[in-house]
Every structure is written in C-alpha cells, then in structure tokens.
C-alpha cells in the first residue's frame, strides 16, 4: 500500500515570496491534516479536511495561509507572502475517516525561508 | 483543552538498557494518547495509542507504555534498547470527540550508546 505523497522534499525561498506545497493521501483516507514542525517542537496541525471540507482550520495564519482540497483526495497548501518564521516542516497526513484514531504521516516538506 | 509535557528534551541510555520516556498530559475530557516516533528525514510512524480497555497497550519494535489517570502519566518504555531505537519520539493527545486533531509535546531525542 502507498503511503502519503509529498512534494518537494526540500524547498528555500526568500522572505516574501510564495511557495506551495502537494500531498497525495493514502487511497481511500477521507480525512487529510496538514501540519507544521518548528525545528525543536512537536508538530501543530494546521488544518483539518473531511473529503473536500474543511473541518478544522483554526490554527492556520489565514492572512498568509491558505489550503484547498478540491475534489476530496490530492491537497494543496501555499503561503503567501513567506515570513522568516515559517521556517519548518510541513507534514501531511491521512486517516480513513474522521473518527479513524491512527493518523499515516508523509516524509513532509523542509521549507527554509531567507 | 489539551496539553502534553515531555520531561527530557534528550536521553541517552546505552544498548540493552531500559528505556524509559515521560509523557504527562492535560486534557478536559477523557483523552486518546498516542506515541509517535520519528526517525531523520522521514515522517511520523505511530508506535502505539490508548484509546479505552486495557491501561497498559503494546506497540511495534518491543514498545509498551501505561495509562495512569490518577498521574496524567502515559509512559513509553523498552526493557531492553536496540540502536536502532535512535530516534524522536513524540507523546500526542486527543480528545474523544473523533476529531483526530493531535496535540503534541515537543519530543524526546533518543541516543543509543553502544
């Protein structure tokens, strides 16, 4: 079974720029999570999509941040303008359903921000 | 609302010694707790979880960890440690609405001595 897709594995750009970042889930998941790793912290979930909805999006720097999963399987998350601060991991995660309690994690995405 | 402490930013412990990683939470609510390790470059691999029955709950690579509620404790231990147990290890809490959003502590970095 294939596991959760993301790409790039590494990406550096400079501060004010754009970038984008793609996860492919486990076929079947219907939940996808996004989350973000500081360098020395625990990840922190970004946003939450049940199919193409949005679930939980509460932690998510909506001035800059902005994720969309249109037909319910691959997603999309981009920040615009990048700050210094975003400077992380952005990991991607599936799970079959909403009440499903294990959660399958992508290698993630280093984004460096100079 | 939910929180997790990890006590230890960095452990050592030297091969075939017992392993032993703190995890305290806090939550509101009955929680789910979870156990994820993360080895260099690649993503989370979930070791193990407490969702109900049993306190005690084995996971993968010889793992196990305990649930005390009346210590807001969920210990990860190994009796005997391995050098490829060299990893992050992550402590995660949920709450039972099936959400599956994930609050995690910071990480435990663990180095095997030979």
């Known amino acids: 079974e294939a596991g959760v897709a993301q790409s790039p594995r590494y990406k550096i750009i400079e501060k004010r720029q754009s970038v984008a970042f793609w996860c492919n889930p486990i076929?079947?998941?219907?939940?996808l999570y996004w989350y973000q790793q500081i360098l020395g912290q625990g990840p922190k979930l970004l946003i939450q999509?049940?199919?193409?909805?949005?679930?939980?999006d509460s932690q998510l720097p909506k001035d800059r941040f902005s994720a969309e999963r249109l037909k319910g399987v691959d997603s999309t998350l981009k920040i615009q303008p990048a700050k210094l601060e975003d400077s992380a991991v952005y990991l991607c995660?599936?799970?079959?359903?909403?009440?499903?309690?294990?959660?399958?994690f992508g290698q993630g995405t280093r984004l460096t921000v100079v | 609302a939910q929180s997790v402490t990890q006590l230890g930013s960095h452990v050592s412990v030297s091969e075939g010694a017992l392993v032993l990683l703190r995890c305290n939470y806090s939550?509101?609510?009955?929680?789910?707790l979870f156990w994820y390790v993360q080895y260099p470059n690649q993503g989370l691999q979930l070791l193990l979880k407490?969702?109900?029955?049993?306190?005690l709950v084995k996971g993968i690579n010889g793992f196990e960890a305990e649930f005390k509620k009346s210590e807001t404790s969920f210990h990860l231990t190994k009796p005997s440690a391995h050098m490829s147990d060299a990893a992050e290890y992550f402590c995660?809490?949920?709450?039972?609405?099936?959400?599956?959003?994930?609050?995690f502590g910071t990480g435990t970095r663990l180095t095997v001595i030979p």
């Open positions: 999509f049940q199919n193409n909805g949005v679930v939980d």
């Open positions: 076929s079947g998941h219907a939940t």
């Open positions: 939550s509101s609510v009955p929680p789910y």
């Open positions: 995660a599936s799970s079959f359903d909403i009440f499903n309690t294990e959660a399958f």
């Open positions: 407490y969702t109900t029955g049993a306190t």
């Open positions: 995660a809490v949920s709450d039972r609405t099936g959400a599956n959003n994930l609050f």
